[in-house]
Protein backbone atom coordinates (compact mmCIF):
# COMPACT_ATOMS: atom_id res chain seq x y z
CA UNK A 1 0.00 0.00 0.00
CA UNK A 2 1.20 3.60 -1.09
CA UNK A 3 -1.19 5.05 0.97
CA UNK A 4 -1.46 8.70 0.45
CA UNK A 5 0.28 10.13 -2.33
CA UNK A 6 0.50 13.47 -3.78
CA UNK A 7 1.76 15.49 -7.00
CA UNK A 8 3.61 17.35 -7.65
CA UNK A 9 6.61 18.02 -4.57
CA UNK A 10 7.13 21.31 -5.33
CA UNK A 11 5.66 24.01 -7.65
CA UNK A 12 6.72 27.37 -8.78
CA UNK A 13 3.91 29.40 -10.20
CA UNK A 14 3.48 33.19 -11.05
CA UNK A 15 0.46 35.22 -10.00
CA UNK A 16 -2.37 34.68 -12.10
CA UNK A 17 -1.69 31.23 -13.33
CA UNK A 18 -3.17 27.95 -12.24
CA UNK A 19 -2.86 24.48 -11.53
CA UNK A 20 -3.89 21.38 -10.25
CA UNK A 21 -2.61 19.59 -6.83
CA UNK A 22 -3.42 15.62 -7.14
CA UNK A 23 -4.04 13.21 -4.87
CA UNK A 24 -4.99 9.58 -4.44
CA UNK A 25 -5.14 7.04 -1.78
CA UNK A 26 -5.61 3.45 -1.99
CA UNK A 27 -6.55 2.83 1.26
CA UNK A 28 -10.61 2.61 0.12
CA UNK A 29 -11.30 5.40 2.50
CA UNK A 30 -14.11 7.47 1.74
CA UNK A 31 -13.39 10.76 3.02
CA UNK A 32 -10.75 13.00 1.52
CA UNK A 33 -9.52 16.41 2.70
CA UNK A 34 -7.12 19.52 1.70
CA UNK A 35 -5.46 21.10 4.12
CA UNK A 36 -2.77 23.91 3.85
CA UNK A 37 0.36 24.75 6.28
CA UNK A 38 1.61 27.64 6.90
CA UNK A 39 4.02 28.87 9.48
CA UNK A 40 3.22 29.30 13.14
CA UNK A 41 -0.53 28.44 11.90
CA UNK A 42 -1.01 24.54 12.14
CA UNK A 43 -2.95 22.78 9.52
CA UNK A 44 -6.39 24.62 8.20
CA UNK A 45 -9.10 22.77 6.27
CA UNK A 46 -10.06 23.90 2.77
CA UNK A 47 -12.04 21.73 1.19
CA UNK A 48 -13.28 17.60 2.56
CA UNK A 49 -15.21 15.33 0.83
CA UNK A 50 -17.47 12.75 3.00
CA UNK A 51 -17.66 10.09 -0.47
CA UNK A 52 -17.55 10.29 -4.15
CA UNK A 53 -19.16 12.72 -5.64
CA UNK A 54 -20.05 15.00 -3.11
CA UNK A 55 -17.79 18.15 -1.67
CA UNK A 56 -17.99 20.76 0.78
CA UNK A 57 -15.77 24.10 2.18
CA UNK A 58 -13.54 24.02 4.74
CA UNK A 59 -12.02 26.62 6.65
CA UNK A 60 -9.98 28.69 4.14
CA UNK A 61 -11.85 27.65 0.51
CA UNK A 62 -11.53 31.31 -1.42
CA UNK A 63 -9.13 30.91 -4.81
CA UNK A 64 -9.60 26.87 -4.36
CA UNK A 65 -11.69 24.17 -6.04
CA UNK A 66 -11.64 20.63 -5.69
CA UNK A 67 -12.99 17.71 -7.86
CA UNK A 68 -13.53 13.96 -6.51
CA UNK A 69 -13.05 12.49 -9.48
CA UNK A 70 -14.21 8.90 -7.91
CA UNK A 71 -13.39 7.56 -4.57
CA UNK A 72 -9.06 7.15 -4.49
CA UNK A 73 -8.62 10.18 -6.43
CA UNK A 74 -9.43 14.30 -4.79
CA UNK A 75 -8.07 17.13 -6.52
CA UNK A 76 -7.80 20.79 -5.48
CA UNK A 77 -7.42 23.45 -8.35
CA UNK A 78 -6.25 27.05 -7.90
CA UNK A 79 -7.54 28.58 -11.27
CA UNK A 80 -5.33 32.30 -10.33
CA UNK A 81 -2.77 31.70 -8.12
CA UNK A 82 -2.05 34.58 -5.37
CA UNK A 83 1.53 34.92 -3.57
CA UNK A 84 -0.98 34.43 -0.68
CA UNK A 85 -2.12 30.75 -1.92
CA UNK A 86 2.39 29.96 -1.23
CA UNK A 87 1.83 27.12 1.62
CA UNK A 88 2.49 23.49 1.87
CA UNK A 89 -0.76 21.84 0.84
CA UNK A 90 -1.40 18.35 2.34
CA UNK A 91 -4.09 16.03 1.68
CA UNK A 92 -5.79 13.40 4.24
CA UNK A 93 -7.95 10.23 3.89
CA UNK A 94 -10.16 8.58 6.71
CA UNK A 95 -12.40 5.56 6.57
CA UNK A 96 -15.55 6.63 7.12
CA UNK A 97 -17.17 4.52 10.17
CA UNK A 98 -15.51 4.13 12.90
CA UNK A 99 -12.29 5.37 11.93
CA UNK A 100 -11.16 8.44 13.35
CA UNK A 101 -7.42 8.75 12.55
CA UNK A 102 -6.81 10.56 9.24
CA UNK A 103 -3.88 9.82 7.20
CA UNK A 104 -1.44 12.32 5.66
CA UNK A 105 0.26 12.63 2.17
CA UNK A 106 3.97 13.58 1.99
CA UNK A 107 2.72 17.40 0.78
CA UNK A 108 3.39 19.60 -2.30
CA UNK A 109 5.39 22.80 -1.68
CA UNK A 110 3.72 25.37 -3.68
CA UNK A 111 5.40 28.77 -4.28
CA UNK A 112 3.68 31.85 -5.65
CA UNK A 113 5.70 34.78 -6.88
CA UNK B 1 -16.12 26.06 17.63
CA UNK B 2 -13.22 24.23 19.05
CA UNK B 3 -9.40 25.32 19.12
CA UNK B 4 -6.64 23.49 20.34
CA UNK B 5 -3.42 25.69 22.03
CA UNK B 6 0.64 24.51 22.03
CA UNK B 7 1.87 26.84 24.22
CA UNK B 8 5.65 26.38 22.85
CA UNK B 9 7.05 27.14 20.15
CA UNK B 10 10.15 24.97 20.74
CA UNK B 11 11.01 22.16 23.51
CA UNK B 12 14.42 21.73 24.29
CA UNK B 13 15.72 18.40 25.83
CA UNK B 14 18.98 16.51 26.46
CA UNK B 15 18.71 12.64 25.05
CA UNK B 16 17.96 10.43 27.21
CA UNK B 17 16.28 12.79 29.48
CA UNK B 18 12.36 12.36 29.80
CA UNK B 19 10.39 14.68 27.32
CA UNK B 20 6.82 16.81 27.49
CA UNK B 21 4.99 18.32 24.75
CA UNK B 22 2.13 20.82 25.85
CA UNK B 23 -1.28 20.79 24.30
CA UNK B 24 -4.69 22.13 26.02
CA UNK B 25 -7.71 21.70 23.95
CA UNK B 26 -11.41 23.80 23.68
CA UNK B 27 -14.32 21.93 22.93
CA UNK B 28 -17.93 21.17 23.99
CA UNK B 29 -18.37 17.57 24.93
CA UNK B 30 -16.11 14.69 24.80
CA UNK B 31 -13.20 15.45 23.06
CA UNK B 32 -11.37 13.37 20.30
CA UNK B 33 -7.49 14.47 20.18
CA UNK B 34 -5.08 13.36 17.91
CA UNK B 35 -1.00 13.73 18.09
CA UNK B 36 0.76 13.90 14.69
CA UNK B 37 4.44 14.22 14.09
CA UNK B 38 6.07 15.88 11.02
CA UNK B 39 10.21 15.21 10.08
CA UNK B 40 11.67 17.94 7.60
CA UNK B 41 10.41 17.95 4.88
CA UNK B 42 8.00 14.74 4.75
CA UNK B 43 4.27 14.45 5.66
CA UNK B 44 2.04 14.46 9.26
CA UNK B 45 2.70 10.97 10.81
CA UNK B 46 -0.47 9.55 13.37
CA UNK B 47 1.34 9.06 16.73
CA UNK B 48 -1.85 8.46 19.14
CA UNK B 49 -5.33 9.05 19.71
CA UNK B 50 -7.60 9.54 22.79
CA UNK B 51 -10.97 8.57 22.14
CA UNK B 52 -12.53 7.02 25.22
CA UNK B 53 -10.89 5.21 27.87
CA UNK B 54 -8.05 4.95 30.12
CA UNK B 55 -6.46 8.64 30.55
CA UNK B 56 -2.87 7.53 29.32
CA UNK B 57 -2.75 6.62 25.58
CA UNK B 58 0.34 4.73 24.22
CA UNK B 59 1.36 5.46 20.52
CA UNK B 60 4.06 4.92 18.02
CA UNK B 61 8.20 4.84 19.01
CA UNK B 62 7.88 4.81 22.92
CA UNK B 63 5.05 8.38 23.22
CA UNK B 64 2.17 8.36 25.24
CA UNK B 65 -0.04 11.17 26.17
CA UNK B 66 -2.31 11.61 29.06
CA UNK B 67 -5.69 12.95 28.61
CA UNK B 68 -6.95 15.59 31.53
CA UNK B 69 -10.26 16.17 31.89
CA UNK B 70 -10.55 19.12 34.60
CA UNK B 71 -7.21 20.41 32.93
CA UNK B 72 -8.68 20.14 29.28
CA UNK B 73 -5.00 19.21 28.18
CA UNK B 74 -3.76 16.02 26.23
CA UNK B 75 -0.04 16.31 26.97
CA UNK B 76 2.69 14.25 24.78
CA UNK B 77 5.07 12.29 26.92
CA UNK B 78 8.31 9.96 26.16
CA UNK B 79 10.57 8.51 29.23
CA UNK B 80 13.53 8.68 27.40
CA UNK B 81 14.34 11.21 24.63
CA UNK B 82 15.83 10.36 21.66
CA UNK B 83 18.08 12.78 19.13
CA UNK B 84 15.63 11.26 16.53
CA UNK B 85 12.63 12.23 17.83
CA UNK B 86 13.42 15.69 16.97
CA UNK B 87 11.33 16.86 14.61
CA UNK B 88 7.68 19.07 14.47
CA UNK B 89 4.66 18.05 16.80
CA UNK B 90 0.72 18.82 16.19
CA UNK B 91 -2.05 18.38 18.63
CA UNK B 92 -5.03 17.93 16.99
CA UNK B 93 -8.92 18.02 18.11
CA UNK B 94 -11.66 16.20 15.82
CA UNK B 95 -14.32 17.85 14.44
CA UNK B 96 -17.78 17.70 17.09
CA UNK B 97 -20.71 18.33 14.47
CA UNK B 98 -22.93 16.13 13.28
CA UNK B 99 -21.41 15.84 10.17
CA UNK B 100 -19.90 12.72 10.41
CA UNK B 101 -18.32 12.63 7.01
CA UNK B 102 -16.44 15.76 7.61
CA UNK B 103 -14.54 14.92 11.00
CA UNK B 104 -12.41 17.24 10.26
CA UNK B 105 -9.28 18.10 12.63
CA UNK B 106 -8.15 21.60 13.97
CA UNK B 107 -4.86 21.62 14.67
CA UNK B 108 -2.39 23.35 17.36
CA UNK B 109 0.35 25.58 15.60
CA UNK B 110 2.66 22.73 16.32
CA UNK B 111 6.12 22.75 18.85
CA UNK B 112 9.48 22.08 17.47
CA UNK B 113 11.21 19.71 19.93
CA UNK B 114 14.89 19.28 20.00
CA UNK B 115 16.97 16.31 21.28
CA UNK B 116 20.21 17.31 22.01
CA UNK B 117 22.94 14.55 21.50
Known amino acids: NAGVTQTPKFQVLKTGQSMTLQCAQDMNHNSMYWYRQDPGMGLRLIYYSASEGTTDKGEVPNGYNVSRLNKREFSLRLESAAPSQTSVYFC????????????FGPGTRLLVL | AQSVAQPEDQVNVAEGNPLTVKCTYS??????LFWYVQYPNRGLQFLLK??????LVKGSYGFEAEFNKSQTSFHLKKPSALVSDSALYFC???????????????FGSGTRLQVQP
Open chain 2, 27 to 32: VSGNPY
Open chain 1, 92 to 103: ASRRLAGQETQY
Open chain 2, 92 to 106: AVRDMGRDTGRRALT
Open chain 2, 50 to 55: YITGDN
